[in-house]
Each structure stands twice: as structure tokens, then as C-alpha cells.
């Protein structure tokens, strides 16, 4: 046992050194040292994160995206301080542990080359700001409001408000649809009058009842003319400016309005009819 106790088994010390109270009490101080600056690290950095997003939101002209986004960079790089501590704490050389991350980092980089590339567009993203938090996009065939951008992601909520997550690389390698970049948009309908009606009277009850409506805007000139000639029907092509944010409900709100005053004024709205013709019994 003596033998034992007397062994030499790391830095120098015996496995006796190990098992005494005071180098048992030196490494249950360092585990304590340890965590409390792991738990400072990690609060310091939610902290940080924290007061960066909200300077973000406090100010209408600084970019809520790119303040999200420095957010969670000094987050993890806080935290990764308190790692390099903690490894300090326990007399292991930080030099050498960069060292050897430098040395590894090739092979974790051939690993993780999904991974990377939704970083690396992630820093595009939010550097180039083709879009930000709170616009309403198109992207890889998904549609909805922009919740977050982080480095790997950006989170979508849908229409009906479900949660989609689209990664960076497929944001940035894909044609993006930003409905909410331009103040206005141009909303666009065809309405059909039948071949019997007074095409000056149709026209000016559906000139009448866009523009009554406040969303409608006059410049740049409302477009309202004869576009096509049916089989059935004659069709208008009415095209007006309105502010981004009405789009939607401005040009549902259109379609039911128009019909109604075409309905009140008397003109002819045709539908497809069919003629069948049975022939007489022999």
C-alpha cells in the first residue's frame, strides 16, 4: 500500500499528494471557481445579449437585424472567455488549446461544411440586409413574416401563423420576395362586363368605387381600360397604387365593392353558360 500511495502519477505528485485533504480542498475550490465563472459568463453574455437587442428596438433607425445578430456574437463570445477561465483555473495552457483548435480547425470545417455555410450567410444576410425582422417574404417557397435571424436560421411565422425554419444557406442561394421592402404596391383586377353594357357607365361606376375608397391612391395614375374581348364578356384591367401594408384587404375589399356597384347600377356581369340540345325521339 505504501508502495502505492508513494507512486508518481501526474505533474509530479504521488498518488498520496492526490488523496490528501489539502490538494482534495484545492481542487474542490477550483470546481467552485470553475462554476462560478461558467454561471458568470453565462449571465454576463444573456445580459449583453439583452441590452444590444433592446438598443436595437429603442431606436427606429438603427437596424433591429443587425443588432439581433451582434447580440448572440457577443453572447458566445463571452462565453467562450469563461471557458478559457475555467481552463486557466485548472492550470491547463490556453496558448496550447488555441493551438490545437487552430490544427483542428480543417477537419472540423470539412465536418461541418453545412453548418458553416449557413454561418457564412448568416453574416451576408445580415451585413447586406436583404431582408430584416418584421418583413413579410417569399423565401425557398415559404411564405411569412420574419420572427428572427440568427447564424444558422431565420424563422419564418406563416400566414397562419406557424413557425417555419428555413436555414441561412437556402435564404441566401435562393430568390427572395420582400413584399414589405417598397411603402406602396400596385394592386391589379380584371372585372368582365357583357357585350350589351354601356361600357362608358361600367367604367366610371368601377373608377367611382376605387377611388372612393381612402387606401386608393391617385399618383401614380389609377390604370382602368379596356384590356381583353371574351367570348362572353368584355374585361377591364384596373390597376391602382395603395399603400404595402393595405395590400391584401385592399384588394379583397375591391373585388366584393366593385361587384356590388356594377350589380346596383344595372350592368350586366356574364357567367359561362352551357346550351344543351337533346335530340327529338324518333
Known amino acids: 500500500m505504501e508502495d502505492l500511495l508513494n507512486t508518481v502519477i501526474w505533474n509530479g505528485k504521488t498518488v498520496g499528494d492526490l488523496l490528501s485533504p489539502e490538494f482534495l480542498a484545492s481542487v474542490v475550490g477550483s470546481v467552485i ?46 462565453i467562450a472567455f469563461a471557458v478559457l477561465f475555467v481552463l486557466n483555473t485548472f492550470g491547463v495552457q490556453t496558448t496550447s488549446v488555441v493551438a490545437v483548435i487552430g490544427a483542428a480547425g480543417l477537419a472540423i470545417g470539412l465536418a461541418l461544411q453545412g453548418t458553416l455555410s449557413n454561418v457564412a450567410a448568416g453574416v451576408m444576410i445580415v451585413f447586406f440586409r436583404p431582408v430584416k425582422i418584421g418583413d413579410f417574404v417569399e423565401v425557398n417557397g415559404q411564405m411569412g413574416t420574419i420572427k428572427d435571424v440568427t447564424l444558422n436560421f431565420i424563422e419564418l411565422a406563416s400566414i397562419g401563423n406557424v413557425q417555419i425554419i428555413i436555414p441561412n444557406s437556402a ?7 420582400n413584399y414589405s421592402s417598397y411603402p406602396t ?22 373608377r367611382d368605387t ?10 401614380p395614375e389609377p390604370f382602368i381600360q379596356v384590356n381583353n374581348l371574351n367570348d362572353s364578356s368584355v ?9 404595402a401594408a393595405d395590400y391584401f384587404a385592399y384588394q379583397a375589399d375591391m373585388k366584393r365593392k366593385v361587384k356590388e356597384a356594377l350589380d346596383s347600377a344595372g350592368v350586366d356581369i356574364p357567367f359561362p353558360t352551357r346550351t344543351i340540345l337533346q335530340a327529338a325521339a324518333e
Not at 458568470?40 to 433607425?61: P, T
Not at 377591364?236 to 399603400?243: A, M, Y
Open 235 to 243: 374585361d377591364f384591367l384596373v390597376r391602382v397604387w395603395c399603400d
Open 185 to 206: 404596391r400596385r394592386a391589379e383586377w380584371t372585372f368582365g362586363v357583357g357585350y350589351g353594357a354601356n361600357l362608358k357607365q361600367a367604367e366610371d361606376v368601377i
Open 33 to 78: 471557481a470553475a462554476l462560478f465563472i461558467l454561471f458568470v459568463g453565462f449571465v454576463v453574455g444573456g445580459w449583453i445579449r439583452k441590452r444590444l437587442i433592446r438598443l436595437g428596438e429603442k431606436h427606429k433607425h438603427l437596424d433591429k437585424t443587425l443588432f439581433n445578430f451582434l447580440g448572440n456574437v457577443a453572447r458566445y463570445v463571452v
Open 210 to 219: 376605387i377611388m372612393a375608397d381612402e387606401r386608393s391612391k391617385t399618383e
Open 171 to 177: 435564404v441566401w442561394g435562393n430568390t427572395i420576395v
